[in-house]
């Protein structure tokens, strides 16, 4: 009986009429979606979740990853970007650019959000040493940076440690035996060593780092807590090395630890290094964004 009478109460029921939703509670269901999902969906909805999406708070955190197919993209992604950190007024606390991300971008985003805590780069091929070392100075606030599979050199990292004290985790990942510094395999750790002395977590999955890296990382850096060495096959685990670690640092991913739980995909490894860039005709989109812009809503 109970269960026969559920179609008909919700039979009965009015359509929900999203726009006399609690500000409160649009901003919570915003909130979980990333900047592509508010600026191509959400704030199109209607008049007051498009009030809601224009909120600075709602953009103190930018997730801009991308899984698609980049060359088939769809979207001018760095357009989209731009807009999202406008819309911080300077209150941008953290993002996260898959793919796309390029030197002016990032001095764009580090012009207008000195406040940034944490900035991840997966994958942004077209951003240079130059473009990171120009933005790095103009966030002295930053405590976490990921620049996983991204070709930066040895001397952008010390920018980095020299304009980021607050430093304390970082992501240096590499595509195991792609490494772009197979001739000079701990330049990385060495800068790492002697420019980062505050870091509490260091992720270097792949790189090519031997034990003598490994050891001037020990020396530098005495607060580190989290050492993820996953990859590193010039590794070797043994005797002294092997007790300085144990003693040192309460979690150790080894060599051959497995990488279960590590967010990338082999796909995109080899993808990151590929030297063939995809010609798209990406539509012209920016008045999807544009704050002033009119647009037809429910």
Same mark, same amino acid.
């Not at 997730?63 to 992604?77: A, K, P, T, V």
């Not at 357009?79 to 950190?85: E, F, L, N």
């Not at 991300?101 to 764009?108: A, K, P, Q, S, V």
């Not at 051959?256 to 967010?263: E, I, K």
């Given at each position: 009986?109970a269960?026969?009478?559920?179609?008909?109460?919700?039979?009965?029921?009015?359509?929900?009429?999203?726009?006399?939703?609690?500000?409160?509670?649009?901003?919570?269901i915003? &909130?979980?979606l990333?900047?592509?999902? %508010?600026?191509?969906?959400? @704030?199109?909805?209607?008049?007051s979740?498009?009030?809601?999406?224009? #909120?600075?708070?709602m953009?103190?955190?930018i997730?801009?990853?991308?899984?698609?197919?980049?060359?088939?993209?769809?979207?001018?992604?760095e357009?989209?970007?731009?807009?999202?950190?406008d819309?911080?007024?300077?209150?941008?606390?953290? %993002?996260?650019?898959?793919?796309f991300?390029?030197?002016?971008?990032?001095?764009?985003i580090?012009?207008?959000?000195?406040?940034?805590?944490?900035?991840?780069?997966?994958?942004? &091929?077209?951003?240079?040493?130059?473009?990171?070392?120009?933005?790095?100075v103009?966030?002295?606030?930053?405590? #976490?940076?990921?620049?996983?599979?991204?070709?930066?050199l040895?001397?952008?990292?010390r920018?980095?440690? @020299?304009?980021?004290?607050?430093l304390?985790?970082?992501?240096?990942?590499?595509?195991?035996?792609?490494d772009?510094?197979l001739?000079?395999?701990?330049?990385?750790?060495i800068?790492?060593?002697?420019?980062?002395?505050?870091?509490?977590?260091l @992720?270097?999955?792949?790189?090519?780092?031997?034990n003598?890296?490994?050891?001037?990382?020990?020396?530098g850096?005495?607060?580190?807590?989290h050492l993820?060495?996953?990859?590193?096959?010039?590794?070797?685990l043994?005797?002294?090395?092997?007790?300085?670690?144990s003693?040192?640092?309460?979690?150790?991913?080894?060599p051959?630890?497995?990488?279960? #739980?590590?967010?990338f995909?082999? %796909?995109?490894?080899?993808?990151?290094?590929?030297?063939s860039d995809?010609?798209?005709?990406?539509? #012209?989109?920016?008045?999807?964004?544009?704050?002033?812009?009119?647009?037809?809503?429910a």
């Open positions: 009986m269960s026969s009478s559920v179609p008909s109460l919700m039979k009965d029921e009015e359509p929900r009429n999203w726009a006399e939703l609690p500000s409160e509670l649009t901003f919570s915003l &909130n979980r990333d900047a592509i999902d %508010i600026l191509e969906n959400a @704030q199109k909805v209607c008049t979740w498009r009030r809601v999406s224009l #909120d600075p708070l953009w103190r955190k997730d801009m990853h991308y899984l698609g197919d980049m060359g088939s993209m769809i979207y001018d992604f357009s989209m970007c731009r807009h999202a950190v819309r911080s007024q300077g209150g941008l606390v953290e %993002i996260d650019i898959w793919h991300g390029t030197d002016d971008l990032l001095n764009y580090a012009d207008r959000s000195s406040n940034l805590r944490s900035l991840r780069l997966a994958m942004c &091929n077209q951003i240079t040493d130059e473009g990171v070392t120009e933005a790095v103009k966030l002295p606030l930053l405590e #976490d940076l990921d620049v996983s599979f991204c070709a930066f040895g001397e952008s990292l920018v980095v440690g @020299q304009s980021c004290p607050n304390k985790t970082l992501k240096l990942n590499r595509s195991p035996g792609i772009c510094f001739f000079r395999p701990n330049i990385n750790a800068v790492i060593a002697e420019s980062m002395p505050n870091l509490r977590h @992720q270097l999955f792949g790189n090519e780092i031997n003598t890296g490994l050891n001037a990382i020990l020396d850096c005495p607060h580190l807590e993820d060495l996953r990859k590193c096959f010039n590794i070797n043994v005797e002294d090395i092997e007790k300085r670690c003693e040192r640092i309460r979690v150790l991913r080894r051959y630890d497995s990488t279960a #739980d590590f967010p995909d082999n %796909i995109w490894f080899l993808e990151c290094y590929s030297d995809s010609d798209s005709d990406d539509a #012209d989109r920016d008045d999807d964004y544009d704050d002033d812009s009119s647009s037809s809503m």
